[in-house]
């Protein structure tokens, strides 16, 4: 099992492409999970859910959920809440869409799991939060912790902050199997006082092997918009290995951001959104 883990693409088509044959130098992909938000701020929305889609078609399963930016450009959330930069943003993204491209972003879950979608496995896959998958942030301990409660596998990815880490969880004192309620709507912690948190940075190349013991949330951070200080294309690469351990491996890839820089010149899109793909903030 070889699946490329995406995250808030935002119509950089460039990243893209790269972060696609980034994760196929590995092999050959069995599947791409994406996290939303594949439109907005960026130049090419069109040609990014092309790209999933003709990935789908040469026997890529993709997995996506929706990102609010992905609501937003289909009109199903309001761009209100949206700041200045944002909102236009959008507005152009809107204007843009192809009904093909609008088709598929409607038709976007805002959540997956292995009940769903089997080759899941031990998965969750949400945007924002377990608990509000479009807009809340997975920015803090509090938040991530409250999250296990709300999930029925012991894993979750999400996306939103822009931003490669991961929250793992360890019971103190304990080795085996983490402990579960049985019950199809989540698993049972006792708090924070039992739990032994760890927030940390993906860098690239950094693998993490997941234990029977540890719970994680994970956050591939961006594709098309980093906001961690970086500016090359961000994603994770799970692999099951023949003996069944899982890894997640954590990418950095460079890309062209002048021509996608000069792309959303000429598309009009806000001077803040365009000199940010650079600085990675």
């Known amino acids: 099992m070889r699946c490329a883990i995406i995250s808030d693409i935002h ?5 893209l492409e790269r972060v696609i044959v980034d994760a196929m130098s590995f092999g050959s992909l069995d599947a791409i999970w994406c996290l939303g938000d594949i439109v907005g701020y960026g130049p090419n929305p069109n040609e990014c859910v092309r790209e999933l889609r003709e990935c789908e078609a040469g026997g890529t ?18 761009i209100a809440g949206f700041n200045p930069d944002a909102a236009t943003a959008a507005r152009w ?3 843009s869409l192809t009904p093909e491209t609008r088709g598929y972003l409607d038709g976007l879950p805002e ?3 292995g009940d769903a979608v089997p080759s899941l496995g031990d998965f969750t896959l ?7 998958p479009v807009w ?19 894993h979750c990815i999400v996306g939103h ?6 929250y793992a969880f360890r019971p103190k004192g304990h080795s085996g199997q983490l402990p579960s309620t049985g019950h199809d709507d989540g698993y049972d912690d006792d ?3 039992s739990t032994q948190i760890s927030v940390s940075a993906f860098d690239h190349g950094t693998i993490v092997d997941l234990e029977p013991d540890v719970r994680l949330i994970a956050n591939p951070g961006s594709v098309g918009q980093p906001r961690d200080g970086l500016s090359s294309a961000s994603y994770l690469l799970l692999e099951t290995t023949g003996g069944g351990q899982t890894r997640l491996q954590a990418r950095r890839v460079e890309y062209n951001i002048d021509d996608v820089q000069r792309k959303m010149r000429e598309a009009g899109l806000p001077a803040r959104l365009i000199a940010r793909l650079r600085h990675g903030r």
Request: proline share 5%.
């Open 11 to 15: 119509g950089n088509f460039d990243a």
């Open 61 to 78: 399963a993709v997995h996506a959920v929706a990102g609010n930016h992905d609501r937003a450009a289909t009109g199903k959330i309001s």
């Open 93 to 95: 993204t809107i204007k």
């Open 111 to 113: 959540r997956l799991d």
């Open 126 to 132: 949400v945007h924002g939060t377990p608990h509000d």
């Open 136 to 154: 809340d942030y997975m920015d803090s301990e509090v938040v991530a912790l409250a999250s296990l409660a709300e999930i029925g596998t012991p």
């Open 161 to 166: 902050t822009h931003r490669a880490e991961y």
């Open 191 to 193: 708090g924070p006082a």
